[in-house]
């Protein structure tokens, strides 16, 4: 069976992650018509699985280091683009630049950022664009930091459950 990655090579989609249980609780002998959905469901509860809440996504993810950036003050859009990538590129998640931008964009729409102009550091003429905190986005930043603290831990979980489950213990 050949590896599929999405465009961006970001997570496990949902569709994968099924189909490898299906294949253990086969080898397991334990898949009958619908038993397999009410297994996975039983399997799956204490972690917050539901059909439509699989794992984070890649969107959540880029707005969570956009903010960590913004706090060590080191974030212009193209500058972002280009960490993340060399950041990630060991685990084969390579970000493309319309969603990065995507993700300022719902971060400034949502009052956490703002755009600030600036001379590009040793041009006289050029300006970048970089992203600060609004009055009330540092605030804001923390919540949505904290909130995605316990998503991100959910999807440890399940992650580590599935290798567990389908590879043996860790």
């Known amino acids: 069976m050949r590896e599929k990655r999405t465009s961006s090579g970001f997570l496990l989609k949902q569709r994968a992650f099924l189909k490898l249980y299906m ?3 086969t080898e397991q002998e334990r898949l009958y018509g619908l038993r397999l959905l009410d297994v996975l469901r039983d399997e799956f509860r204490p972690f917050g699985f539901k059909p439509n809440h699989f794992l984070l996504k890649q969107r959540a993810f ?3 280091y956009m903010i960590t950036m913004t706090e060590q003050e080191r974030l212009y859009g193209l500058r972002l683009l280009d960490v993340l990538r060399d950041e990630f590129r060991p685990f084969g998640f390579k970000p493309n630049h319309s969603e990065v931008y995507k993700a300022l964009h719902d971060l400034i729409e949502d009052g956490v ?13 050029q300006e970048v664009v970089y992203y600060t905190f609004t009055n009330e986005g540092e605030e804001k930043a923390k919540l949505y930091k904290k909130q995605l603290k316990v998503e991100l831990e959910r999807c440890e979980a399940m ?3 599935a290798i567990r489950d389908n590879f043996g213990s860790k």
């Open 23 to 25: 294949i253990t609780m």
């Open 62 to 64: 880029l707005k969570l």
């Open 113 to 125: 950022l703002k755009q600030v102009k600036r001379k590009k550091e040793g041009m006289k003429l």
């Open 159 to 161: 992650i580590q459950k």
